[in-house]
């Protein structure tokens, strides 16, 4: 098993494949009678999936998950707060960052004010491994940015699951994952589970098709999220074995995961191929990281400058930079979700709580759009007053009439001239 070598010439930015018709159609079909059915439509799914058993609660309430929190072990409880806490100090400087703002328009004043989203839904696999990871990741965020109902879909959510749900401060569970989860929150169920104005979280490719389904009409959504990436970009100064580490880390996912090494070193592609095959007979998930490794890539550049070419081609989901001078070769780079500067710096540290947030932009699409973050939870909204007549605000009259005018909209411009002939209101002041 080695990584496939590809020139450099024979890069092409990885991109997201369509959603087959058959799993559309079978996201589809659910949605509909969730929407039309409520519980009924929604229990139907859930028990013919292997989610729940007939009659079987899907609600897990804060006391439950509280319970689930207080029977894990002492030493499991303080590092899941510890995680919990950076993961909220992190989204609290980005909450920072952004801000009310007025400024001077003519005659009058602008800005914009910061609301939060009314409620969020928050999605965590619960297929192959449990990932109370991303319920951290998620609802913590969302709890941040100022979201008043905060709910976590999972399916079979094991206690680590629930404990995680607890410390988010989520409202509750939903003990269910699949269309049948996205469903229930883009349409909310009577009084029991509210509608969602924001969905997030990565799934399988049926939550994926339900989520691109209701995006738009019914809420907004975080991306919509294809097979996990890292690539590595390096030089000689690197060590193999750590590399290979890294790249075997993120090729466990799953057996569509990709593992990416871009280096100015050609050797160094054999040596991390040679520590992939040794690292890979000790591998506990050694089935599906082999499968993933087979696919793959190694990339051969004969300078920096163009290992940085082809790393923005990419545009990975994870970048790991493992290079002499590593920040200042990071600086240069334009495209990826996550980017982890030097050797100590591993992308499993991402995944599990060094602060920034690991739901993250994934085939090719951090070339338009970053990880998931508190302003997807915020509504930034703009206001204007003009309450002065002077000469500033009779030429914006006049000049949105002439180019409402220019535009063929004589009704556009009429209204605007109306505002020539208004007397000035006082503001009353409080």
Not at 3 to 17: H, N, T, Y
Not at 67 to 90: G, N, P, V, Y
Not at 102 to 118: E, M, N, R, Y
Not at 387 to 397: A, F, I, P, R, T
């Amino acid at each position: 098993m080695v990584l496939q070598r590809k020139q450099p010439s024979e890069v092409k930015g990885l991109k997201l494949d369509p959603i087959d018709s058959k799993t559309m159609q079978q996201s589809a079909d659910i949605l509909k009678d969730i929407e039309n059915d409520g519980v009924e439509g929604f229990r139907k799914h859930a028990e013919r999936l292997g989610d729940l058993k007939p009659g079987e609660d899907f609600v897990i309430t804060k006391d439950k998950l509280k319970a689930a929190f207080e029977s894990l072990s002492k030493e499991d409880q303080e590092m899941l707060k510890r995680t919990a806490d950076r993961i909220r100090a992190f989204a609290q400087v980005q909450m920072s960052s952004v801000k009310e703002v007025t400024t001077d328009i003519p005659g009058g004043k602008a800005g914009q004010k910061l609301a939060p989203v009314a409620a969020a839904g928050c999605y965590a696999p619960g297929g192959r491994y449990p990932l109370p990871s991303s319920v951290l990741m998620t609802a913590i965020t969302a709890r941040v940015a100022g979201v008043e109902k905060v709910w976590v879909a999972s399916p079979k959510p094991v206690p680590v699951t629930l404990a995680a749900a607890y410390l988010a401060d989520v409202d509750a569970l939903l003990a269910v994952g699949g269309p049948q989860a996205i469903g229930a929150f883009a349409y909310g169920m009577e009084g029991i589970v509210p509608q969602c104005n924001a969905i997030v979280g990565p799934g399988n490719r049926w939550v994926t098709a339900a989520k691109q389904i209701v995006s738009g009409a019914h809420c907004t959504i975080d991306m919509l999220a294809g097979p996990s990436e890292c690539l590595v970009l390096c030089d000689e100064t690197a060590n193999p074995a750590v590399i290979a580490a890294d790249l075997l880390a993120q090729a466990e996912h799953d057996t569509d995961a990709l593992p990416i090494l871009v280096t100015t070193s050609e050797p160094m592609i054999e040596a991390v191929n040679k520590e992939l095959k040794k690292q890979l007979e000790t591998l506990p998930t050694a089935g599906t990281a082999s499968v993933s490794a087979a696919k793959g890539i190694s990339v051969f550049c004969e300078t920096m400058e163009e290992a940085i070419k082809i790393t923005d081609i990419f545009a990975p989901e994870h970048l790991e930079v493992m290079t002499a001078n590593s920040q200042d070769v990071a600086d240069k780079i334009s495209n990826y979700g996550g980017l982890f500067i030097g050797e100590r710096s591993a992308e499993v540290f991402g995944d599990y709580g060094a602060g920034p947030n690991h739901v993250l932009p994934t085939s090719g699409s951090a070339r338009h759009t970053g990880g998931l973050s508190v302003f997807m939870f915020l509504r930034v909204r703009t206001w204007m007053r003009i309450d002065e007549k002077n000469e500033e605000s009779d030429m914006l009259v006049r000049d949105s009439a002439q180019l409402a005018r220019l535009e063929g909209l004589e009704g556009h411009a009429r209204a605007a001239d109306l505002r020539l002939e208004l007397g000035v209101k006082k503001q009353r002041t409080e």
